[in-house]
């Protein structure tokens, strides 16, 4: 398979390319960092998988858009991995605007010109984008306001593009993990249960994703528990807000 991964230089970007390289699949990664990028494409390469890495910034609309578009050319893309994200850490004007930039832009510059290459006609096996929103998407949670914010945006829309796209046999489906192993969680400070390694989140979210799967959301008891609190009247949701720890990185 011919596979996009946005955001592949660190945490569950890194662990979908190289569990994907262990399948065999084509790769185009891409990340902003370029050193921990080009680690993560000389592990897959090392596991014998073809595989293409470039140092782009995902809010980069333009630059994403041309990318898609080489790597669409040099072999037909099956699935995109609308990966690439951040945490905002101190929820400052700067860092809050980069959240959304990155989180959403960014989800928005890799989906929208997927979709158009996914209706171009050409002969693919399949036509999947994946979406990497997270547990903390079914908030709103006082610890990360902007973070779940961002992801509770995405994961709507990712469901709802799955719905319209559909009858176009465009599969779409929505990530919505725990506490993975990443950069991000290297830097909490908070609790942070049933925690995860990275390469097995990997090996759950490629195995649903194969099987077309909407909501990709594990642990369990992450996904029982934050849903109730998204679903509770707000007085109740308030309140549990207030006995959450502060998050601080």
Do not use: H
């Not at 809050?96 to 002969?123: H, K, M, S, Y």
């Not at 469901?159 to 993990?177: D, F, H, K, N, T």
């Not at 400070?189 to 195995?207: G, N, Q, V």
């Amino acid at each position: 398979m011919n596979i996009v991964i946005t955001g592949a230089s660190s945490g569950i970007g890194e662990a979908l390319a190289i569990e994907c390289a262990k399948r065999g699949d084509r790769l185009f990664l891409c990340g902003r960092n370029a050193q921990r990028l080009e680690n993560t494409a000389e592990k897959c390469r090392a596991l014998g998988a073809a595989t293409d890495a470039e140092t782009i910034d995902v809010t980069d609309s333009e630059a994403v858009a041309q990318w898609l578009t080489q790597c669409e050319n040099k072999a037909p893309i099956e699935r995109v991995f609308a990966n690439a994200g951040v945490s905002t850490g101190e929820e400052t004007s700067d860092n809050v605007r980069r959240t959304f930039a990155t989180n959403v832009g960014g989800v928005v510059n890799t989906v929208l010109p997927a979709i158009e290459i996914f209706r171009n006609g050409q002969e693919r096996t399949t036509k999947q984008i994946v979406i990497t929103s997270s547990i903390a998407g079914y908030g709103p949670l006082k610890a990360c306001p902007s973070y779940s914010a961002t992801k509770s945006c995405v994961k709507t829309w990712g469901l709802a593009l799955r719905g319209m796209l559909a009858p176009e046999g465009i599969a779409v489906s929505v990530i919505c993990p725990g506490f993975i192993r990443s950069r991000i969680t290297d830097a909490n400070t908070c609790p942070m249960p049933f925690f995860m390694e990275a390469d097995k989140a990997a090996s759950i979210i490629l195995k649903r994703a194969d099987k077309n799967k909407g909501m990709i959301s594990f642990p369990w008891p992450m996904r029982l528990s934050t849903w109730f609190l998204s679903i509770m009247p707000q007085f109740l949701n308030e309140l549990i807000n207030k006995l959450l720890p502060k998050k601080i990185i």
